[in-house]
Nanobody
């Protein structure tokens, strides 16, 4: 089982980044996908999630209107399009796959996003 996040980097305020999450080793379409972020010393916060089949999207207020989550079940990929980035978006971003029926939960390694002012 592998869940690999990528796409982080250094960007200026107001810029955009697209994070990708590549899944393998499990039935991707059976899992909800969520993006979390974590600043050193703080808890890991969920900022967005997308359901497995109908693709229902949910966003934390901190990113609503700026971030867009999506998934491609055929490719086993999930994405987080981040627009109008702010310094407070600086964090390590993680993707998570969860199956509410089996209780299985997988984490990818984080990808660092740094927003400079």
């Amino acid at each position: 089982v592998q869940l690999q996040a990528s796409g982080g980097g250094l960007v200026k305020v107001g810029g955009s980044l697209r994070l990708s999450c590549a899944a393998s080793g499990f039935t991707f379409e059976d899992y909800h996908i969520a993006w979390f972020r974590q600043v050193p010393g703080d808890l890991r916060d969920r900022i967005s999630c997308i359901t497995n089949r109908d693709g229902g999207e949910h966003y934390d207020d901190s990113v609503k209107g700026r971030f867009i989550i999506s998934r491609d079940n055929g490719k086993g990929m999930a994405y987080l399009q981040m627009n109008d980035l702010k310094p407070e978006d600086t964090a390590v971003y993680y993707c998570n796959a969860g199956n509410i029926f089996s209780g299985q939960n997988y984490w990818g390694q984080g990808t660092l996003v740094t927003v400079s002012s």
